[in-house]
């Protein structure tokens, strides 16, 4: 019996052989491709996995003969809930996925092409391009395109207009209106209280008005000082006003002086471009390359001319080349913001700029073929909802740098400010209100309506008419 099985086995590869002699060069390959892809199904099929990656701190590093990073920890979680076992490897041509010149993938979206590897573990950004050609799992972290640059290689922007951040906007705008508020009841009050000097010279005149409100800031008294009741009420909820603003403003002006956080004068990509100062570049065939490469945006477009130009000089091989020119030199690095924050977080001399474009995410990588592919994807859902991947982010992006950094200065808004609007609106309702009581005492001493005191009013102040006082008249009737 064993020695017919094993005339029958001898047969069966005597017949392959000659079919394999008679096939041409295609259905050589074919017939491989097909064995490649019967041992990929059997592995597959007993739960091993191989997996290619690249070194990428903090995602992937070698600590002796072992993996470590955010991809190793993420995938150790994967095959515990998916229960499957696998073994790692580094990709041989050190790149992360890209199609060459004869239009083949090489990198480690090559290998999973080719089938020599099941899955690729590492930052591989999902595009378009990418997607056509393998398959994607759900983004496990997500991230877009940055710039990291050294803060001693960029002028802090100061600015000749400084002085005024210690408030925001709409502080600002609030001062100016209610000056300008202040200024005219004071006026208007003046007008219609009969116990307040009329003089043009020593009377609160419109001009007058808006000199004693500015002399507040100052908090310096200024002449001519008000006599009536209603005007001195104003003149007090002014003072009060102007006192509480210009402390404010000194405490903001020197939290402001006295601040680390600096502002640098790039902090967009326009300002990259505009700035003489920094030549930038990224990885060489990367999906970072390739953004600039294809967008329309003239910005962009101007950006990828840029480098295109000068790819011999600006482009990198690798990420810590990119880092290395970036503490070296006057260089700015673009790529991933992700990886860009690890770098500022552990390198305290170096920062990304403010602005990020082009958002997008990292996945796993998996043939078209690959039936593990939707499970991996529902379990980083799961592992996203249940706060897993927060808890792996916080583990490997940990810095000194970070803390820091934290409680960095701001304008003041209007929210702390908002109770003295609101005593200075109150203030100026009630001298108002003073005012038209005096102006009623009055009408009732001289037995006259308050409508003709305030017309009479009206009329002496802005057609210069004279009105007769009551004491000169009741001398005149003296004998």
């Known amino acids: 019996m064993e020695t017919t099985f094993t ?34 199904a059997k592995r597959q099929a007993g739960n091993h996995l191989t997996v290619t990656t690249i070194l990428q701190e903090p995602f992937t590093m070698l600590e002796g003969s072992k993996f470590e990073g955010y991809c190793m920890d993420l995938l150790a979680e994967l095959s ?11 990709v041989k041509d050190g790149r992360y996925g890209q199609l060459d010149q004869e239009n083949n993938w090489n990198g480690m979206i090559g290998d999973v092409i080719r089938k020599e590897a099941d899955l ?23 991230t877009g395109i940055g710039i990291l640059v050294r803060r001693d290689a960029i002028p802090e922007d100061i600015g000749l207009f400084r002085f005024l ?29 009969p116990y307040e000097s009329q003089e043009e010279e020593t009377g609160l005149t419109l001009l007058n008005s808006l000199w004693y409100g500015t002399g507040a800031f100052t908090l310096q008294g200024v002449d001519p000082q008000p006599k009536a009741l209603s005007t001195r009420i104003i003149a007090v909820v002014w003072w009060l006003f102007t006192i509480v603003l210009v402390t404010a403003y000194i405490a903001s002006f020197a939290a402001l002086l006295n601040t680390k956080t600096q502002q640098p004068s790039i902090q967009t990509f326009d300002d990259l471009l505009k700035q003489k100062t920094l030549a930038f570049g990224t990885l060489r065939e990367s999906s970072t390359y390739n953004f600039f490469k294809t967008s329309k945006r003239p910005t962009y477009r101007m950006i990828y001319e840029y480098m295109d130009k000068r790819k011999e000089s600006v482009l990198v091989s690798t990420f810590d080349e990119g880092v290395k020119r970036v503490q070296e030199s006057n260089y700015a690095f673009i790529g991933e913001s992700v990886s860009l924050d690890l770098v500022a977080a552990k390198h ?23 039936k593990i592919i939707r499970s991996l994807s529902v379990a980083i859902l799961e592992m996203g909802e249940t706060g897993e991947l ?16 934290t409680g960095g200065w701001t304008p003041l808004e209007p929210k702390p400010l908002g109770g003295i609007f609101i005593i200075l609106a109150v203030g100026l309702v009630i001298g108002l209100i003073v005012a038209v009581v005096e102006m009623v005492l009055k009408s009732r001493h001289q037995k006259k309506s308050c409508c003709n005191v305030f017309s009479e009013e009206l009329t002496r102040q802005f057609k210069g008419e004279e009105v007769e006082k009551p004491t000169e008249n009741a001398e005149a009737e003296k004998p």
């Open 165 to 193: 951040n210690p408030f925001s906007k709409e502080i600002w705008i609030g001062a100016l209106a209610a000056f300008l508020v202040t200024c005219l009841c004071l006026f208007l009050v003046a007008r219609v209280s």
């Open 7 to 40: 005339l029958l086995f001898c047969l069966s590869i005597l017949m392959t052989a000659i079919e394999l002699g008679k096939a041409g060069n295609e259905d050589r390959i074919s017939l491989y491709r097909q064995i490649h892809s019967h041992e990929r």
């Open 120 to 142: 690729a573990v590492a930052p591989l950004t999902i595009t378009a391009v990418r997607e056509k050609a393998i398959l994607f799992t759900k983004p496990y972290i997500q």
């Open 348 to 370: 305290c001399n170096l920062m990304r700029v403010n602005e990020v474009i082009g958002a997008r995410g990292y996945g796993l990588v998996a043939a078209n073929d690959s």
């Open 80 to 90: 515990k809930k998916l229960g499957f076992t696998y073994n790692v490897s580094l």
């Open 390 to 405: 927060s808890y792996l982010k916080e583990k490997w992006w940990d810095s000194k740098c970070v803390t820091e950094e």
